[in-house]
């Protein structure tokens, strides 16, 4: 049995959370292992909607072992306020069932407002304005605090000093009040009796799950095109979303990640801003995005929406890692007399295939289309390739050409059931 890897293929917001909760079902522990607050996974379980930022999806089925692995960011206030909303819906989050890596550091405060003051500035990148940068820009200075310094609370007023020093001329620059260390060790001292039961070596605990026989069930945040390396950089996010960050972000070794799975939209969507070469900004745009409900579950910002973009997936198909995608909101496109297919790029009035680096190049890129014939049935809730119009199957099996990947789930409605296994990951 392999253990799986799901990580968004486009720019985020392609379905995670639907296909990360089918696949929990088999799986025996979830693990988030990068990112912070600023994912949003939406699951429809028995017709109860949950929205998640932080937690793993598989939180909310019992008998799983739900993990933030030391890649991901943790803001401990949004970890607690997570937990009680999943209270309120009957869902009971314990030691017992959920765990966070003791090394992961930690998003203050002060992480938020100095994210908040940077987007209010001409050089605004489009965050969600949760402190997720600065937190891991600390990370990588060596001056975060992290999970396990909440044991020592003796300790915390020289860690927080050190972290003062730098933070303090950075509020100064942005006009700011300068932050007491007494003022910081006082919010964390409050916070940490919320947090520590959970905390603990993650990386052992995954060591003996997998000694165990365990199915481990790794969920990306964001997508591959947010890649701080590899995405649409300065327009990304703070952290690697590849599938190779799943081992770092998480504490096992890679060859312990068996498959990994894209996700895919049946079409494009971005949040903020960037290069978005299939961008339809007419009714076309309007009309998936009405049908899409494309609004961002952390923030609600109304997302861009554009045609299938096949020359990106095919390049974040390598970059990922992936071996095979789970196509989601195919339904989204039921009734389109025909759909355009991004199959390759101008740059400069020159024939190109792929999305460069630059970003001035990528900006220059323009899209060519193929026009592929759309359908008028429906195909809400199909859970068999034969419940699918021939012109749906046929899209679907175009994808895959284009992409240079296979279908292994068809994703049909927000509800678990509605999806069509064509490939079970866990077996390799």
């Not at 017709?47 to 890649?71: D, E, F, H």
């Not at 096992?252 to 990994?260: T, W």
Request: charged content about 25%.
């Amino acid at each position: 049995m392999a253990n799986v890897a799901v990580i968004g293929a486009q720019w985020g917001d392609e379905g995670k959370g639907k296909i990360v909760d089918w696949l929990s079902a088999r799986a025996d522990v979830v693990v988030r292992f990068q990112g912070g607050h600023n994912a949003g996974h939406t699951l429809v379980i028995d017709g109860v909607t949950y929205k998640l930022s932080l937690l793993p999806s598989g939180v909310v089925r019992k008998g799983k072992l739900a993990v933030i692995g030391n890649g991901v960011v943790v803001d401990p206030w949004a970890l607690d306020a997570e937990i009680g909303r999943l209270k309120a819906l009957g869902v009971s989050v314990t030691p017992e069932n959920l765990i966070v890596a003791e090394n992961a550091a930690l998003i203050l405060p002060l992480h938020r407002e100095l994210d908040t003051a940077r987007e209010a500035g001409a050089e605004a990148l489009g965050t969600t304005k949760r402190g997720i940068g600065p937190a891991y820009e600390d990370k990588v200075g060596r001056r975060a605090i992290r999970a396990v310094d909440l044991k020592d609370l003796n300790t915390l007023p020289g860690k927080v000093a050190r972290l003062l020093a730098h933070h303090n001329a950075l509020r100064r620059g942005v006009g700011a009040e300068e932050l007491t260390v007494e003022a910081v060790v006082a919010e964390l001292v409050a916070v940490a009796p919320k947090v520590l039961p959970f905390i603990g070596p993650v990386w052992r605990v995954l060591d003996q799950a997998r000694k165990e026989g365990k199915r481990i069930l790794f969920e990306g945040a964001q997508a591959v095109l947010l890649d701080v390396d590899h995405g649409t950089y300065p327009f990304v996010t703070s952290s690697n979303t590849v599938a190779g960050q799943a081992a770092a972000g998480s504490g096992i070794g890679p060859r312990q990640i068996g498959y990994v799975l894209g996700i895919v939209k049946a079409y494009t969507t971005r949040v903020g801003d960037g290069p978005f070469p299939t961008e339809q900004k007419n009714e076309t745009g309007e009309r998936l995005g009405t049908r899409g409900a494309e609004f961002g579950t952390v923030t609600g910002r109304k997302r861009r929406c554009g045609w299938f973009d096949a020359v990106l997936v095919r390049q974040t198909i390598v970059t990922g890692g992936v071996d095979g995608i789970a196509l989601t909101k195919l339904d989204v496109l039921d009734g389109f007399d025909e759909i355009k297919v991004c199959v390759g790029y101008t740059l400069n009035g020159k024939p190109h295939d792929y999305l460069p680096a630059d970003a001035v190049e990528q900006a220059g890129i323009e899209a060519v289309y193929e026009t592929i014939p759309g359908w008028s049935q429906s195909t809400r809730g199909a859970r068999s390739w034969a419940e699918l119009p021939a012109n749906a199957v046929k899209y679907v099996r175009r994808i895959e050409e284009l992409i240079g990947a296979p279908v292994a789930l068809l994703s049909t409605s927000p509800e678990r059931e509605d999806t069509i296994l064509v490939r079970d990951p866990f077996l390799g």
